[in-house]
């Protein structure tokens, strides 16, 4: 049955929102009623694609955490051995959202119409991607889904946590820049002009610095509002050319060759790869589909064409481990590991081995990064302080010992 979403007032006259299933919008006013509930709107739920829609999905998504709490409710109702239909319906009215209710719905809709989970699930793109969705397929044809999605949580998890690391990685240098730029800027502007009235009538030469101080100030005076929109305009057009595929590949390959910087990036996409195949090998995805998904889940595109690459080599009869090192993209540590994975027919195990110590060598990186950038942005932003400071008192002390 399709999902209604609905608005209706309570006993004591309170808006109550939320989805259930019906036949029609009558057949959910009637259920309203039911539940001594007053009937304001009802209408099909857009939580998903929509209407069947044949899979256009839609632009609206639910986070990490979302995905997280209901791919585990999944997993404990049906490992419970529950039937997926009403697996799907539990976990809708479990969820606390709204939005969230309507898509398990909409999925199960889906289901109760003969359609496999997978297939379900894939109406709605923008929300399971299509490593959640091969997972899902596996699983159901091996006859484990309760074990797949367990496993796709602690991966959903994991991946969200190692996301928030590396924002956290970056959130604070920039803060810091921002924080300085203002302190300098408010300084320029509001404080120097007052100051500078203090030499206007002293016939003597002024230094070099208090010179340049004084035309920074009178640039921002005068065209620092400008100056700021130029920076946003220039932030939003290079956001613009990054959906352009050779601009972004250039601006990838930069990206990897930067000290540090690179290397950050390098680690967190061997990561994402390794611990993105290891999960599919183990819900039983074929090695050559497993790449191919991998592949899509990596942001880098130098990295993805490699691991693109590699799945070619492996087509035609090459090992993982060997066309990996070909490509000559990939951490040593990792190439060795997985080599060691497929002569002693672990290579699963290994695959998750060697995503962990990516992911330590990650955090490692990240930490260094931290460790040199605050010290370092402390150290500019006391210097240009300094400099202002010193551009301020250089005129006084010549105008001390003019008078004496």
Sequence with gaps: MPAFSYQALDSSGKTVKGVLEGDSERHIRNQLRDKKLKPIAVQTSKSGSGVRSGGSGSGRKIRFAELVLLTRHLATLIQSNLPIDESLQAAARQSRRSKVEGLLLDVRSRVTEGHSMAYALGEFPQVFNEMYR?????????????????????????????QQKLKMAMIYPLIIVLVACAVVGGLLVYVVPDLVRIFQNSQAELPTLTKVMIACSDYLSQWGGLTVLAIVLLVFGF????????????IHVLQLRLPLMGELIRNSESARFASTLNILIASSVPLLEAMRIAAEVMHNILLREAVEQAALQVQEGASLHKALEKSEQFPPMMVHMIASGEISGELEAMLGRAAQNQERELEMTANALMSVLEPVMIVVMGGIVLLIVLAILMPIFQLNNLVG
């Design 134 to 162: 091969a997972m899902v397929k596996a699983g159901e044809h091996s006859g484990f889904l309760g074990l797949v999605l367990e496993r796709l949580a602690d991966y959903t998890e994991a991946r969200q946590y190692t």
């Design 239 to 250: 956001r613009m050319a990054m959906r352009n595929a050779d601009f972004r590949r250039r």
